[in-house]
């Protein structure tokens, strides 16, 4: 007879009687279950240690221990108290039985074993113990889901809504001639307002897009040979509206010829959040610098700046990712924390972390390791 699970259950048995343990061993091994079983009951502890079983045979009656007392010191262990306990006993009253459901058994055994009757046991209360499982795994994600909901929602109503909000008050006023298209500054200052606010809106639109796709775990890397030089290289030019408006001098040090082995959309966010924080967080005339080394069979990329630097205390909290953790930057632009919330999910999916060395006033670093591109990696 087969099991219906597709791993062999595993039971682990304390009895003081060898026969009873080689008689177990017996039954189960013929019916598709690995057993161990032993009549120590403290090598009993070292087994559980070593491996989790999916359920547990206890003796009643032992010479040095009763089994409803092993069974209290078994519930004593948080990571065992999930695991059922059927009672091995030759006598069976209401007393004994109402004492074995008190301190944990989930069902009795009588001695002589029959066998059909053990087994059918064994299986109804694995296969309870392994839909109850099943069903606190699903309430957890369902309750991830819903928190992954509302996140996103607060983020929408008010983080999305204010540079939209922004927006439509400057059209506004261009429409009701409170601001003067044909004026000096109209360039200048209304279109180039508009520009940025709708590339904070687009950039937090896709930060938020990804970042619920990363939590729901649908989406799917794939790793490939990235050029590092290029892909900084293709982050300046899509940044570089934001860095000569505050005149920050920014420099791609990544040295030409050096590869990583990563997924190229994730790592392109990954870059484009991180500068565009530093272009944030540097001040007018400022500099950041787009550096890389080697280190043994990794690429480590940094996005210096000379910018306002961070505390430890924020550091921290940027780095935790069930914080909500945001500052306006030096022109009093807006953030979410949410980019690099999300740069730390990317960076730890393509096997990386993401790190910060930071001096109050002096500036930051946000650095990153990414597998060394070798040409075994296409074999």
């Known amino acids: 007879m087969e099991s219906k699970n597709p791993e062999k259950p595993y039971i682990l048995a304390v009895d003081d009687e060898q026969l009873n343990l080689e008689l177990l061993r017996f039954i189960l091994e013929r019916n598709q279950y690995e057993f161990v079983g032993t009549s120590d009951d403290d090598f009993f502890f070292e087994l559980l240690k070593e491996r989790k079983p999916d359920l547990i045979l206890l003796d009643v009656i032992m010479p040095r221990i009763e089994g409803f007392e092993l069974c209290e010191k078994i519930k004593e262990f948080k990571e065992y108290r999930d ?32 066998e059909q009757e053990l087994i059918a046991r064994i299986r109804t209360h694995i296969e309870l113990m392994r839909a109850r499982k099943k069903i606190e795994e699903q309430a957890q994600n369902l309750q991830q889901s819903n928190d ?31 601001i003067d ?12 307002g508009l520009l940025k606010t709708m590339d904070e809106a687009l950039n937090l639109l896709q930060n938020l897009l990804g970042w619920a796709k990363s939590e729901s775990d649908q989406i799917q890397m794939i790793p490939e040979k990235l050029d590092v030089h290029d892909l900084v290289e293709q982050t300046l030019r899509l940044l570089k509206l ?4 505050k005149k920050i001098e920014l420099s791609n040090n990544v040295q030409e010829g050096t590869f990583a082995f990563a997924d190229n959309n994730m790592i392109k966010t990954v870059l484009r959040n991180l500068l565009s924080n530093a272009i944030k967080f540097t001040p007018v005339e400022g500099a950041i610098s787009i550096n890389s080394r080697l280190e043994e069979d990794s690429v480590v990329l940094e996005v210096r700046d000379n910018g306002n630097g961070i505390s430890k205390e924020d550091i921290q909290k940027i780095l935790n990712p069930n914080e909500h953790f945001s500052k306006l930057g030096t022109e009093k632009e807006p953030g979410t924390g949410l ?41």
């Open 148 to 178: 992954l909901k509302d996140r996103m929602f607060s983020i929408i109503g008010h983080d999305l809504r204010s540079p939209l909000s922004a927006a439509k008050l400057k059209m506004d006023f261009i429409m009701r001639g409170i």
């Open 242 to 245: 934001g860095g000569e408006h």
């Open 83 to 114: 695991i059922p306990i059927i009672f091995l006993t030759g006598k069976v009253n209401v007393k004994d039985k109402v004492k074995g459901f008190e301190v944990g058994g989930v069902d009795y055994v009588t001695k002589p074993f029959n």
């Open 181 to 192: 298209p044909k004026g000096d500054a109209f360039l200048d200052e209304t279109v180039f």
């Open 339 to 379: 980019g690099l919330v999300l740069c730390q999910s990317f960076v730890h999916k393509n096997g990386g972390d993401l790190k910060i060395k930071s001096d109050v006033g002096k500036g930051s670093t946000f650095y990153f390791n990414l597998p060394l591109y070798t040409e075994t990696e296409m074999a």
